[in-house]
């Protein structure tokens, strides 16, 4: 115990228990250490059967001695007691995503991007595999694993603690040779590997039960378990990639942190190369696509990081990515397989969607049994027929699709496929627009209803909880729902009747639409389901319009003097209202007490104190983060570049400014230290 730095007070202590106490320490350190080198480093030094006797002594020991077992004993990763839900963690640092590339070119053009940022030629990466699992932050305390959680939105996730420590690659103690820091919060991934997926998919299929997709989401399914004695049954793996937060300063540069975290026994990623040059990138890039196959996990590209910290801050981030990493994704797989049938499926807009029913075929990892054919003129313009040999291509989360027929000599073939004259669900004629064949029975087709219904009740729209696919199907199915505002016409009796639901269930679904009647007006808008109108046309016609009134009385011409609204968004939007039943409907949800809130109506653009106003940031800002002061600026009417011309505003220079302080300096544009630059904010703002 004495050689543990971490532990500050073991308090004094008889003989015997004393000795105990120190058989205990050893015995959890001889684990650690061997468990470290089996699940971190693969390369074990003891036989099975020598581990297991160690174990079990310390099993029988701890045994005899409850009240001395810790937490961070490695027999403490056998899962706890259920839980009734996963409880929620705010991060202590938002997690960020990567921005995905594919071409090479766009590579390139990132990697000037970087130059042209940082001032300078020479930039160094480091670059690593990107796993294909899902993210979690790890915290120590003291060296001592205590919380762990889901990536979530990025600012809270859930609580995956005890399943985590499931985990045997993730050390429950850090070495304490190294020094980590008193408080430690670290980012990784979580995944599978796969022959241990395939094993628990036949494990899952014997039993059964439904097997897993795909090797993510069986990570996925396995580490968000409210039973963590099912987790600690299955075989996941961490790698670690990001130091969140320590004490005192950072590594200074992304390839010590790495190092540093592999000291502190956390596992990071073997496979990692420093490159000097956007080439060097390129080739690790190749080199690792290459060997993709023959790794014992899935990953889905390279992720690209400028290695210096300074300059990591620097670049700063964009809203949901920093600007100094990019995740560079390999092509995707291709395999080929036979289409066994063609059958036509019907979205919540009425779309008819041809599919196509493959034999199943594995890409990389992922049995793919079916994959979307698009329209109509997408099946004749690949000209697949039942029947055919056809390659598909599967790039990670995208549904697989095919690519291409690949013909096959002196094969007999089908006829061509033609879109049927009548919806395959409620047997209404089938119209067409373009490309596109829809099925005309609007909310009288069954699917068309039970897609609008999900679609309104769904997260980014009303977000009613509760209100699934399920439970959709069931309230359409009995007739209880034949249009949207119906739902607030639903009776605890009405819900009872229905299979799955209880007391509790009803109550917890009724409150939930109950909470729904207050609404903002682009989720409302955005819930309606106007085909072309998603989440940001909903947002920008509510700044722009302020109540459902005015947006429902604006003309084609009208909705076109928008920026961002074009012929076909006006097109859908005039039609959908002018439609009687829409506005029936529209009319019933208000007066069954939907309030849809207004909002005021945006100041207009040439009224910002900073309209026409160009800025342009160099250097580091110590106050604000980059970010948080282009945004600031932009609020107020102006726009940031990154280039200093004879028509640049104002040039922020900050601390270790570049050479646009001195391109600012030629041309003679008006330089603002970031003191002044603050002092202007404040006037502006009046404040
Ligand atoms: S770094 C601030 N490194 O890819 C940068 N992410 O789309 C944070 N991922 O959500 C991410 N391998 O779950 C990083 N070596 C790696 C990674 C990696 C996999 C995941 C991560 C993230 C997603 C980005």
């Given at each position: 115990m004495q050689d543990d730095p971490f532990n500050k007070n073991p308090g004094p202590t008889p003989d015997i228990a004393h000795s105990i106490q120190e058989r205990l320490a050893h015995l959890k350190k001889e684990i650690r250490h061997h468990d470290h080198l089996y699940y971190?480093?693969?390369?074990?030094?003891?036989s099975d059967g020598e581990y297991d006797r160690l174990f079990l002594e310390l099993v029988e020991l701890e045994r005899a001695?409850?009240?001395?077992?810790?937490?961070?004993?490695?027999?403490?990763?056998?899962g706890a007691a259920p839980l009734d839900e996963l409880g929620k963690i705010r991060h202590e640092r938002p997690m960020l995503s990567l921005d995905s590339l594919i071409d090479q070119g766009d590579v390139l053009a990132f990697d000037q991007r970087m130059k042209r940022e940082l001032e300078t030629n020479q930039i160094e990466y480091t670059v690593e595999p990107k796993f294909d699992g899902l993210s979690v932050e790890l915290v120590y305390d003291q060296g001592s694993f205590v919380r762990g959680s889901t990536r979530g939105d990025g600012t809270t996730g859930e609580d995956v603690t005890i399943n985590l420590r499931?985990?045997?690659?993730?050390?429950?103690?850090?070495?304490?040779i190294a020094h980590p820091s008193a408080h430690l919060v670290v980012r990784g991934e979580v995944y599978m590997r796969l022959d241990d997926f395939h094993a628990l998919n036949r494990r899952m299929t014997e039993r059964g039960d439904d097997a897993f997709a795909n090797p993510r989401n069986a990570a996925a399914g396995s580490l968000r378990q409210l039973d963590s004695h099912i987790t600690a049954d299955r075989p996941l793996v961490v790698t670690c990639y990001e130091v969140m937060a320590m004490d005192?300063?950072?590594?200074?540069?992304h390839w010590d942190e790495l190092e540093a975290m592999a000291l502190w026994g956390l596992p990071v990623p073997s496979l990692r190369r420093r490159c000097e040059t956007i080439d060097d990138v390129m080739g690790f890039h190749h080199e690792t696509e290459q060997e993709r196959d023959n790794l014992a996990y899935e990953i889905d590209g390279v992720v690209v990081k400028v290695n210096r910290r300074d300059w990591q801050e620097r670049l700063g981030m964009k809203s949901r990515s920093?600007?100094?990493?990019?995740?560079y994704k390999f092509a995707p797989r291709k395999e080929i397989t036979v289409v066994q049938n063609i059958v036509v499926s019907v979205g919540r807009t009425g779309t008819l969607t041809p599919l196509a029913l493959l034999r199943p075929a594995e890409v990389g990892g992922v049995t793919i049994s079916r994959a979307t054919l698009h329209n109509a003129d997408e099946v004749a313009r690949k000209d697949i027929r039942v029947g055919d040999t056809v390659k598909v291509e599967r790039a990670g989360d995208v549904i697989p699709a095919i690519a291409e027929r690949v013909p096959v000599p002196g094969e007999s073939r089908s006829a061509p496929f033609t879109m049927p004259?009548?919806?395959?669900?409620?047997?209404s004629a089938v119209a067409r627009q373009g490309a596109y064949f829809y099925c005309t029975?609007?909310?009288?087709c069954p699917a068309q209803l039970k897609g609008a219904i999900e679609h309104f009740a769904s997260k980014s729209a009303l977000?009613?909880?509760?209100?699934?696919k399920r439970t959709v199907a069931q309230l359409v199915d009995q007739g209880l729902?034949?249009?949207?505002?119906d739902l607030y016409q639903l009776s605890r009796e009405q819900l009872l009747k229905?299979?799955?639901?209880?007391e509790r269930s009803s109550t917890l679904l009724l409150d939930a639409i109950t909470r729904s009647k207050t609404v903002s007006l682009d989720r409302f808008l955005m819930g309606?389901?106007?085909?072309?109108?998603?989440q940001h046309i909903a947002k920008v016609l509510a700044r722009e319009f302020g109540s459902l009134d005015a947006i429902m009385s604006a003309d084609r011409d009208r909705l076109q003097?928008?920026?961002?609204?074009?012929p076909e968004i006006s097109a859908s939007l005039v039609s959908y209202f002018q439609e009687n039943s829409n506005r029936r409907v529209i009319h019933r949800l208000q007066e069954l007490g939907l309030a849809i809130e207004e909002i005021p109506v945006a100041q207009?653009?040439?009224?910002?104190?900073?309209?026409?106003k160009s800025f342009v940031f160099t250097g580091g800002l110590a106050g604000l983060g980059r970010d948080e002061a282009k945004t600031l600026v932009e609020r107020l009417g102006a726009t940031v570049s990154s280039s200093v011309s004879k028509r640049t505003g104002y040039v922020v220079a900050g601390?270790?400014?570049?050479?646009k302080l001195d391109q600012a300096r030629n041309l003679g544009v008006a330089i603002l230290s970031e003191d002044e630059f603050l002092e202007l904010l404040k006037k502006q703002r009046g404040i």
């Open positions: 971190v480093k693969d390369r074990p030094e003891l001695h409850p009240e001395l077992v810790t937490s961070d004993s490695p027999t403490q990763r056998v499931t985990i045997r690659s993730l050390p429950l103690q850090l070495q304490a005192g300063p950072l590594p200074s540069s920093p600007r100094w990493a990019i995740a004259s009548h919806c395959p669900v409620c047997r029975g609007q909310a009288a977000n009613i909880e509760g209100l699934g729902v034949r249009d949207l505002a229905l299979e799955g639901f209880a309606l389901g106007i085909r072309q109108v998603g003097t928008i920026m961002e609204i074009g207009s653009e040439a009224s910002l104190p900073f309209s026409g601390a270790d400014p570049g050479s």
